[in-house]
């Protein structure tokens, strides 16, 4: 005799609270923030990833802040259809607001199309124009960032800096593949100073330029032959100078931006190296003014990209400095310290300005602009 099955049907408003109920049992003797709690709850209930609790980061008053702005009737955009889903969009309507996500629309299509860009691009294009209170929640997708932070206009002349390294040397493709379907036409110089390199490794740069269709210009510097001889923080004065040298050039040449290869991971590693070592929570925003150089811009193109994800099939610079002592290991030895404490999937949260907070997620990043 064949034993019959029997199924229970389970509502999902059960589901969902036998689920909280579990991860209130795990959480133990965890406390958060009341605000905060029912957030990082929700993140484990969707992902089954018990790491939030250690590692979702939130900036002073930003729950305060985006509940505010649903209050007023916000406008949540994405433009991810997974984000979408998962906003409650019967809670928003309650208070006037919607969510929006654009990415299927056909305009979109045919905008992206017609000017050579990205359907994030066009859809956060479109999502500028909406009236009222806009908060954009934006999945991992680097064009909406650049669109957003307008980081490249039209008739910008860039000067890609080159260090030899691999990230810069991604970066210098990754503009010129921009450059070729961007509907803001610019203009790139591949810029490549030469502060004391010993001959070798200038021309490992040369022979990698070549070999990858990268047009390099390399101007001299004495950098190596000064920090040489200082014995306290030598890294400091040749970045400062390294900067100096660079924006110089960069206008000598009819620049206006120069580019920089850092990303995601340069953003943790240097803003946690300035607690640990400098006492100061500084971020590195995605575009900085230069006070020295009026006229000037610095920008980083590859801010939301995770090192991990950036593999190179050249061999490049390591490390050139003829002043690398214990200063020079500082950022390995952070890095290094974050896989040891588990931290290299820490979510940081930058404030780049009053107006635009970084949450930096294992999962995703997410950015939260409020207008």
């Known amino acids: 005799m064949e034993e019959k099955i029997k199924l229970q049907e389970v509502l999902p408003a059960d589901i969902e609270k036998r689920s909280f109920e579990i991860i209130s049992r795990e959480m133990g003797d965890v406390k958060l923030d009341p605000l905060e709690e029912p957030i990082v709850k929700r993140a484990i209930h969707t992902s089954a990833d018990f790491d939030y609790l250690e590692n979702l980061v939130f900036s002073p008053g930003a729950v305060e802040t985006a509940m505010e702005a649903i209050l007023q009737g ?3 955009v994405t433009d991810t259809n997974m984000a979408w889903s998962g906003i409650n969009k019967r809670a928003l309507e309650r208070f006037g607001g919607k969510v929006c996500c654009f990415m299927a629309d056909e305009d979109v299509r045919e905008a992206a199309k017609k000017d050579g860009t990205t359907r994030a691009a066009a859809s956060m294009k479109k999502a500028a124009s909406l009236p009222g209170p806009l908060i954009f929640a934006i999945g991992n997708a680097p064009t909406a960032l650049v669109t957003l932070y307008e980081l ?4 910008d002349r860039i000067a890609v800096c080159i ?3 691999k ?3 991604i970066l210098a493709k990754l503009m010129q593949e921009l450059q070729r379907h961007t509907s803001q036409p610019f203009e790139l110089v591949f810029m490549v100073m030469d502060p004391g390199y010993k001959p070798e490794n200038r021309k490992l740069i040369e022979d990698n330029a070549a070999l990858l269709g ?3 210009t390399i101007f001299d510097s004495d950098i190596f032959d000064v920090t040489v001889s200082v014995e306290k923080n030598p890294c400091y004065l040749c970045a400062r100078m390294r900067r100096g040298f660079l924006y110089a050039k960069a206008q000598e040449l009819g620049c206006n931006k120069i580019a920089l290869g850092h990303h995601f991971s340069d953003v943790i590693e240097t803003t946690v190296m300035g607690l640990f070592y400098g006492g100061q929570l500084q971020a590195m925003p995605p575009k900085l003014r230069s006070k020295n150089f009026p006229g000037m811009e610095l920008i980083r193109p590859l801010y939301v990209l995770h090192v991990l994800k950036l ?3 050249v061999p490049v610079l390591w490390s050139s400095c003829y002043s690398c002592t214990m200063f020079c290991l500082i950022r390995p030895r952070m890095r290094l310290h974050f896989l040891d404490r588990k931290l290299c ?7 780049i300005s009053s107006r635009v907070s970084l949450h930096l997620c294992k999962k995703c990043i997410w950015y939260i602009y409020f207008l």
């Open 214 to 216: 990268i047009p390099i």
């Open 152 to 155: 490249i206009q039209e008739g």
């Open 345 to 351: 999937t820490l979510e940081y949260v930058c404030n």
């Open 167 to 169: 990230d810069s040397v």
């Open 74 to 76: 916000v406008t949540i």
């Open 163 to 165: 260090s030899g390294g």
């Open 311 to 313: 593999n190179f099939c």
